[in-house]
């Protein structure tokens, strides 16, 4: 069978996708159109150009701009609707999404409204694929710890909506002890806790993430393996690492996908999996991010079904319901 066809046939689960980051530049225009929001870029052709970016803030910068056309319930039904679509094409049987009400909070658009869109699509897309759904919620770290209660205030009346709560956004400058308060009113709340660190930040920011948020995983966490003794603790631990590799290259975190330390974390013995972070803007869904990263370094079917399998196990699904994939 076709490196292709395999991939696409294996049961995984996504668990670093933000929602946000799914939004393709015809959606983008005709969202833009429908909402009367005015765009920087002049057509969907300029919006590609622009997508060049030099490190995790440049790319912040266009996506912030582009989630403003994000504004009713159905334009959140239909973002997601999307994005569960191709999923389901890539072989995906459950999504965990990232979602961030601040960016949308902060321009009028009421957290309920995001729920509310984002919950329809979770449930069409058990109805019509059979793609099991769960979101959580993400703080932006560039901003404070009380900006990040305020959020948590405004998602309490949704919290049986909610699965769990991650921390992304710029990571240089915010390291995960700045929500340190913040994660421990959520884990007494019930939610998982996840967060990014080790993207563009120094492995002290994963073992932070660890020690004082008490992350179940690490988003990225690819700057791991510059501490020998942090890559013993996550493989003793097996605390499972969502690595987006096509993500990695369009943010210069490695020069191109052969250089990738995908392979050598795997050697180490870490639970890795594969994800597409923000596939509209980084040049794959899940399952190019695979292929690409199988042709890159010579990963063989042994390993894909390995990480395909991780990512059903770090998942925050019961091991009675991921039965069925395994
Ligand atoms: C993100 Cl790649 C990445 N890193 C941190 N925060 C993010 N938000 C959306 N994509
Ligand atoms: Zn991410």
Known sequence: MELESYVRALPKAELHLHIEGTLEPEMMFALARRNGVALPWASVEAVRAAYAFADLQSFLDLYYAGAAVLVREEDFFELALAYFARAHADGVVHAELFFDPQTHTARGVALETVLDGLERACVEARARWGIGARLIL??????????????????????????????????????????????????????????????????????????????????????CTEDPALVERLARAQVPLTVCPLSNVKLCVFPDLASHNLGQLLAAGLKVTINSDDPAYFGGYVAKNYIDTARALGLGRAELRRIARNSLEASFVSAAERAPWL
């Open 138 to 223: 993400c703080f932006l770290r560039h901003l404070d710890e009380e900006a990040g209660f305020a959020t948590l205030q405004q998602a309490l009346p949704h919290l049986s909506r909610i699965d769990g709560v991650g921390l992304d956004s710029s990571e240089h400058g915010h390291p995960p002890s700045k929500f340190a308060r913040l994660f421990a009113r959520c884990r007494e709340l019930g939610l998982h806790v996840v967060a990014h660190a080790g993207e563009e930040g120094p492995p002290a920011y994963i073992v932070e993430a660890l020690d004082v948020l008490k992350a179940e995983r690490i988003d990225h966490g690819v700057r």
